[in-house]
């Protein structure tokens, strides 16, 4: 089955910072990498998703990148603002299910 | 409010009990999930129905019975609670198994005593 790493768990920036988070995938045959933003006592939501057919997607201060050779996907987030302080999960997605990177935790220092 | 709803939010029980949450999703969508979230916050699939056919059944043991009464509804029971069951359990929502954003619930946090 799949297997998806994250990396770094753990994530501390100033505000007005950049924050790069990343994740590597097993399954060649994933084609559909969303990103999921989970706040304090709340459920995933999806901030931007990116299929394999694109390399480079951005949504003004977010981006995400594809290397489907090397598998591995990226979130930047640009302009780091206190509320994007959560757990961001990435996940790999085939045509059956998503699979979940292990989260990591960002913290953007005021 | 469009949405998925989930209840109870938290659930406080004694080993050995029986259980159930209920998920409902007022999004139209034709597949519902059942995901397992960790103290480490890892997020596991537990199952996915799509038009209320059992679609995934990951190695979940067999006392966690999903059961879909029609697409907008899909509830999760746990039989005979054992510790290792403490999390917090997710119910989402999306349009086709995958490819389409999933659509979260609030989470409901089960704590086995």
């Known amino acids: 089955g799949e297997n998806v790493e994250q990396h770094p768990s753990t994530l501390s920036v100033q505000e007005g910072d950049s924050a790069v988070i990343k994740c590597t995938y097993s399954d060649s045959a994933s084609n559909y990498f969303p990103w999921y933003k989970q706040e304090l006592g709340k459920g995933p939501q999806l901030i931007i998703d990116?299929?394999?057919?694109?390399g480079e997607k951005k949504d003004q201060r977010i981006a995400v990148t594809l290397n489907k050779t090397a598998k591995h996907f990226s979130l930047h987030i640009t302009e780091t603002q206190p509320e994007d302080s959560a757990v961001y999960f990435c996940?790999?997605?085939?045509?059956?299910?998503?699979?979940f990177g292990s989260g990591t935790q960002l913290t953007v220092l005021p | 409010d469009t949405a998925v709803s989930q209840t109870p939010k938290y659930l406080v029980t004694q080993m050995g009990n029986d259980k159930s949450i209920k998920c409902e999703q007022n999004l139209g969508h034709d597949t519902m999930y059942w995901y397992k979230q960790d103290s480490k916050k890892f997020l596991k699939i537990m199952f996915s129905?799509?038009?209320?056919?059992?679609?995934i059944n990951e190695t979940v043991p067999n006392r966690f019975s999903p059961k879909s009464p029609d697409k907008a509804h899909l509830n999760l029971h746990i039989n005979s609670l054992e510790l290792g069951d403490s999390a917090v359990y997710f119910c989402?929502?999306?349009?086709?198994?995958?490819?389409?954003?999933?659509?979260f619930g609030p989470g409901t946090r089960l704590t086995v005593l």
């Open positions: 989402a929502s999306s349009q086709g198994l995958t490819y389409n954003e999933q659509f």
């Open positions: 129905y799509n038009n209320k056919e059992l679609i």
């Open positions: 996940a790999a997605g085939s045509a059956r299910q998503l699979t």
């Open positions: 990116i299929r394999s057919n694109v």
